[in-house]
């Protein structure tokens, strides 16, 4: 039995990620007050599942709310949103949270999510038990989005990945890296990678943004990122891979050319916004070669998708810019 959500590569398939026969796993009206949840992050908590997932109510005012599973498929989402407590700082000011990522990292859980300050920035959390959580200073100054922390440690300080970006629907967006010594402040700001050239891979030709939490392997940080192209019907999302050096992770030793998972099933391409996969949380067991990516669907429904690990990183070593 896998010990993470699962299941076989279609007979028909050669596709390096597939998607589950179920999805999506999230229906858009999962608790009374959603228009829609997606954009979620997922992590192994207890026996089974916590998570954190973005629910847009039908006023469309943007908030996190907290769920549990035991399966990692079907989930039970509480019906109000997180109210934060007062973690490293009294300014816990939010207009809106969006799109949350979650990583235990030494002693608890920390989330990051884009937080309405003055404009988006990257808020900071954390929680032991997801039920009760505290909130901390947000990491940067407006306007930056896609906030994900590394799992553990690099060179002594805490390590995070954002795309500063502008106020509204950034037509542009590139991967940063930061580092901080205490989860307050942060410095040692370094350029990861940008979008790549029309001509060379036009899918991720706009913006890219970090994805999951990055997975440690013997190949280095395996990063599931987005990237976007600007057609003529507007944004489309897709999704890829990076290889990042273990000890510079500012340092791209592969990146996919091709994309490992884009909008092609009616969920993917019909929702609130079209054209859109999303990933913001991974699952993986390096024993069973197994990875299960959550993402979010045309900004309208959780969906997930499989790969083996081992062939997701040859895959982007053998097809990469």
Known sequence: MSTIPWQDRPENSKDVMWRYSENPIIDRYS????????????????????????????????????????????????????????????????????DPRVVWIEDRY???????YNGPTIGIGYTFDFKEFFQCENAFLPFNRNGVLFPQKINGKYAMLSRPSDNGHTPFGDIWISYSPDMKYWGEHRLVMKPSPFDQSAWQCTKVGAGPIPILTDEGWLMIYHGVINTCNGFRYAMGSALLDVDSPDQVKYRTQPYILGPAETYEMVGDVPNVVFPCAALHSIEEDKLAVYYGAADTHVAIAFGKLSEVIQFTKENSL
């Open 31 to 98: 608790i009374p007050s959603s228009n829609s949840i997606f954009n979620s992050a997922v992590v192994p908590f207890g026996d089974g599942y916590a998570g954190v997932f973005r629910c847009d109510n039908k006023a469309v005012q943007m908030n996190i709310f907290a769920g549990f599973s035991k399966d990692g498929i079907n989930w039970d989402i509480n019906h109000e949103p997180i109210e934060m407590k007062s973690g490293n700082t009294e300014m816990i000011e939010s207009a809106y949270k969006y």
């Open 110 to 116: 920390w989330i990051t999510w884009c937080n309405g």
